[in-house]
Structures are given as structure tokens and as C-alpha cells.
């Protein structure tokens, strides 16, 4: 990286993803995606929450500006390293309306025939199989939530098939005649499909530097149940529904919005109007402003 620094000579340097070369001799702008390497370590591998709470430490230090998702990393980094706070910028993401966008008819046919799902309603979880996602809590949870229901439907883990092995225990633990899907990843035309013609979306995270799959999900019109925890308050506003991470929380919340159809079309109409407020245009304006103060001398 440094060669080609010295080879461009740029005004700036933005690196986005905690690390920075130490003798850039540029002004440096470096992006922080979350604080959770600090306030949940255990939920990485112990060598990566080493290396980006070090990273995160050296630009604070070092950096001329920070870029962070949301207010609640600031608060968070704010406890953990010094840096002025006009030093920081909180750039909230945007959503792709391209590629998330209420589902048309033909877009949910062709997906519940992809993966088997018939008429059946479903629950949907999109992301990441890792611990912070919190997704064994999730599994448990849906078989409580569904207990004697007539139509209990299917669960939907879609997305990488990650690290943590306390899923598979956990589907392995459901009982017969209730369904759970691994699709693994899914294309990007299907993702519509998934997350708004899902009755509830479940995300019930440990917590976020932002939240995205929160957002997309509001854009496709989902009714979305997540936490509170860190920064998903600041993209679900009073547009999702809320749960306390802990399994038997998450099966109360859960069953309560699978049996109330108003109180789900009401989330998902709010989710629309909220998700409006979030574009990559705002983003990266923020971004360019935060080169331009970087390069100002001094």
C-alpha cells in the first residue's frame, strides 16, 4: 500500500477496515466498523479481538480522521481510545433500493419453490452463522414460538455457514415434523423474496456497529424482530420489533408478532417509511467531507 501511496501522492488516504499503514505521510482517513472487538471480545476469535482492538487503538491514534457507522460505535470508542470528537465522522449506511425493494408476486413464487416452501409461512434470519449473530438463541426460540400452532412453517438461515458450531446442536435438538432451511448463500435476486415475504425476519443480535441486514430487510417491507443492543436502535427506530437477546425473550416476541397479522402490517409499512431515510448518497457526501477536512493543512 505504501508503494502506491508514494507512487499517486493522493490529497488522502482512506482505509476501510481499522488498519492503516504506520508512515503513510498523507493525511489518513480510517473507517471503524464497530466497537464489539471491545464490548463483546468473547464473541470473536481471541487473535482477531486482539489484533483489531490494537488496530483500532493505533488509529485512533495516528489517523486524521475516523469514520464510524452510528453513534452507538462512537459511545463505545469513545470509552476505549482517545480522539476529539470533531475528529470523527458518523456516516450511517445506506440500502441498495435496486436490490432490496418489496418483492413482487413472481419473486416470492419462484423462491418458495426454490427451497420447497410451498404456501407455508416462514420465519427468516439473513446473515453471518457466527456467535455475535446469536442464531442458536434464534433456533430455539422459533421451535418454543411455533409450540402448538397450527401452521407452524419453516425457519430460514440463510447466509454463510459461518463458525458456530452451537447451531447445528441446536437444529439437530428440533423436534420431528418442524422444518429448518440452511440454504446457505442465495442469490441476490432472491434476497427481496426472502426478507419480505417472510412473516417475521428474526435478527436477534448481540450487537452491531450498524446493522445492515436490519435495514435491508426494512426495505423490503419485513417485519423485523431484532435487540437493542449497540446500534440497531438507531436503524429500527420504532419501525421493528424489540427482544432481549435470551432465548426464552426471543420465543415471547416471536410468537406474539406470528399470531398478530396487524400489528406485523403495521411494522412493515413504518419499515418502508424509515428505510427511505437511510442512502448511500448521504453516506458517501459524508465521506467526501470528512477527505476535505482531512486535507485542509493543519
Known amino acids: 500500500m505504501l508503494g502506491v501511496v508514494r507512487r499517486m501522492r493522493p490529497d488522502v488516504l482512506h482505509c476501510p477496515h481499522y488498519t492503516q499503514p504506520l508512515f503513510a505521510r498523507v493525511p489518513t482517513v480510517v473507517t471503524v466498523h464497530d466497537a464489539t472487538f471491545f464490548t ?22 495516528r489517523a486524521t480522521r475516523l469514520v464510524v457507522p452510528s453513534q452507538a460505535t462512537w459511545r463505545e470508542l469513545a470509552k476505549q481510545v ?39 409461512r416462514f420465519v427468516a434470519f439473513l446473515g453471518t452463522i457466527e ?49 429448518v432451511l440452511r440454504p446457505g448463500y442465495l442469490p441476490l435476486t432472491d434476497l427481496p423474496a426472502l426478507l419480505g415475504a417472510a412473516t417475521v425476519v428474526a435478527y436477534p443480535s448481540l450487537g452491531e456497529g450498524f446493522g445492515l441486514p436490519v435495514l435491508e ?34 420465543a415471547v416476541a416471536l410468537r406474539q408478532l406470528l399470531k398478530e397479522e396487524s400489528v406485523r402490517l403495521k411494522l412493515g409499512e413504518a419499515a418502508l417509511a424509515r428505510a427511505e431515510q437511510f442512502t448511500w448518497e448521504r453516506c458517501a457526501q459524508l465521506h467526501v467531507d470528512t477527505y476535505r477536512a482531512a486535507a485542509e493543512p493543519g
Open 40 to 61: 463483546e471480545p468473547h464473541l470473536h476469535s481471541p487473535i482477531k479481538a486482539r489484533f483489531f482492538r490494537a488496530a483500532t487503538r493505533v488509529a485512533a491514534r
Open 131 to 179: 456467535p455475535r449473530k446469536n442464531v442458536a438463541a434464534l433456533v430455539r426460540a422459533w421451535v418454543r414460538a411455533v409450540d402448538g400452532l397450527a401452521s407452524p412453517g419453516a425457519l430460514v438461515l440463510a447466509g454463510a455457514q459461518g463458525w458456530d458450531d452451537a447451531v447445528a446442536a441446536a437444529i439437530a435438538d428440533v423436534p420431528n415434523g418442524l422444518r
Open 82 to 120: 482517545r480522539i476529539p470528537p470533531d475528529h470523527v465522522t458518523v456516516a450511517a449506511l445506506g440500502v441498495d433500493r435496486a436490490v432490496f425493494h418489496p418483492p413482487t408476486q413472481g419473486d416470492v413464487g419462484r423462491l418458495r419453490q426454490s427451497l420447497g416452501l410451498g404456501d407455508d
Open 217 to 250: 430487510a426494512m426495505a423490503c417491507g419485513a417485519t423485523v424482530l431484532t435487540t437493542r443492543r449497540l446500534a440497531l436502535p438507531e436503524v429500527g427506530g420504532d419501525a421493528v420489533a424489540y427482544t432481549e437477546p435470551e432465548e426464552t425473550a426471543i
